[in-house]
T-cell receptor, first 112, second 116 residues
């Protein structure tokens, strides 16, 4: 089945710095790659996603890049703020195409 | 804004007992999911459900687990005989379209299960 690897597991940055989180996936048929943010004690929520027919997508301070050949995709957060502190999960489509398989998560800490 | 609701928010049970976790997906959504998250770990896929049948399930979803949509609104996860390792946060999610065609998953607040 689909296997999603995510790193780093923890990331600490100073406010205003950029943060990059990387994921790799195993199933070359995967065509949809979302990123979810989970604040402490809360539910995961979608922050950005990308489909396989594009290489990059931006939404204000957040961007996602995709390299289908290498089977990896990355989340970029610029001008980080303390409220960006959370756990970020990447995901890819499972083998049967009906469910998202998540990476292990990256705990991002932004200190002011 | 419509959201996925889950009950109970927290359940404590004895090992070996049956537990039913309930979810009300967003009303126009057709695809339903259960995930679990052991404290501090990743969100693990359990099962997806569409058109009153299981679409996909993971290795975790063994014979101890079952899902049901008993009426037009509820979606339930039953654990037949709970084990200590079933202690986790269980998230229900729903989507308007299949996840494989870029359907955003909307998660509920979760049901925390503690097995003693």
């Amino acid at each position: 089945g689909e296997n999603v690897e995510q790193h780093p597991s923890t990331l600490s940055v100073q406010e205003g710095d950029s943060a990059v989180i990387k994921c790799t996936y195993s199933d070359s048929a995967s065509n949809y790659f979302p990123w979810y943010k989970q604040e402490l004690g809360k539910r995961p929520q979608l922050i950005i996603d990308i489909r396989s027919n594009v290489g990059e997508k931006k939404d204000q301070r957040i961007a996602v890049t995709l390299n289908k050949t290498a089977k990896h995709f990355s989340l970029h957060i610029t001008e980080t703020q303390p409220e960006d502190s959370a756990v970020y999960f990447c995901a890819a489509i499972g083998q049967a195409g009906t469910a998202l398989i998540f990476g292990k998560g990256t705990t991002l800490s932004v200190s002011s | 804004e419509p959201e996925v609701t889950q009950t109970p928010s927290h359940q404590v049970t004895q090992m070996g007992q049956e537990v039913i976790l309930r979810c009300v997906p967003i009303s126009n959504h057709l695809y339903f999911y259960w995930y679990r998250q052991i404290l501090g770990q990743k969100v693990e896929f359990l099962v997806s459900f569409y058109n009153n049948e299981i679409s996909e399930k993971s290795e975790i979803f063994d014979d101890q687990f079952s899902v049901e949509r008993p009426d037009g609104s509820n979606f339930t996860l039953k654990i037949r005989s709970t084990k200590l390792e079933d202690s986790a946060m269980y998230f229900c999610a729903s989507s308007e379209v299949r996840a494989g065609v870029a359907g955003e998953l909307f998660f509920g607040e979760g049901s925390r299960l503690t097995v003693l």
